[in-house]
């Protein structure tokens, strides 16, 4: 069973940037996509970025496009988001995620019904 490991999250202000980490175990995390959710307080859990499973295409929601960047490294089985430009709206929990089903290459796998591992969360915090 996989299980992953999200770190990085903190106190920020406005304008300012955080880089989160996500950590995999076992031997499989290179043929999944992977996912970056978040969940602010009193709001459902939103989808944030995705990258397949080999790195060649990534996917962003509209709110996030053109600050954060997602990325992976299958040797070292981790993946990250790279957050600029921060904003207080951006404050949440966020959670890395594991897809379904290895080598998908869909372009936009945004439901997080299609994925089934998460980890535990890092709160970012974001003053204005």
């Known amino acids: 069973q996989v299980q992953l490991v999200e770190s ?5 202000q406005a304008g300012g940037s955080l880089k989160l980490s996500c950590a995999a175990s076992g031997r499989t995390f290179w043929r999944y996509g992977m996912g970056w959710f978040r969940q602010a ?3 459902e859990r939103e989808f944030v970025a995705r990258i397949v499973w080999n790195g060649g295409t990534t996917d962003y929601a509209e709110s996030v ?7 992976r490294n299958n040797a070292k089985n981790s993946v990250y988001l790279q ?3 921060l904003e207080p709206e951006d404050t949440a929990v ?9 080598y ?10 299609e994925y089934d591992t998460w980890g535990q969360g890092t709160q970012v915090t974001v003053s204005s």
């Open 41 to 43: 307080p009193g709001r």
């Open 65 to 71: 496009k053109g600050r954060f960047t997602i990325s």
């Open 94 to 102: 966020y959670y890395c995620a594991e897809e379904k089903s290895p």
């Open 104 to 113: 998908t290459m869909a372009t936009s796998l945004r439901s997080e019904y």
């Open 8 to 12: 990085g999250g903190g106190l920020v």
């Open 83 to 85: 957050m600029n430009s």
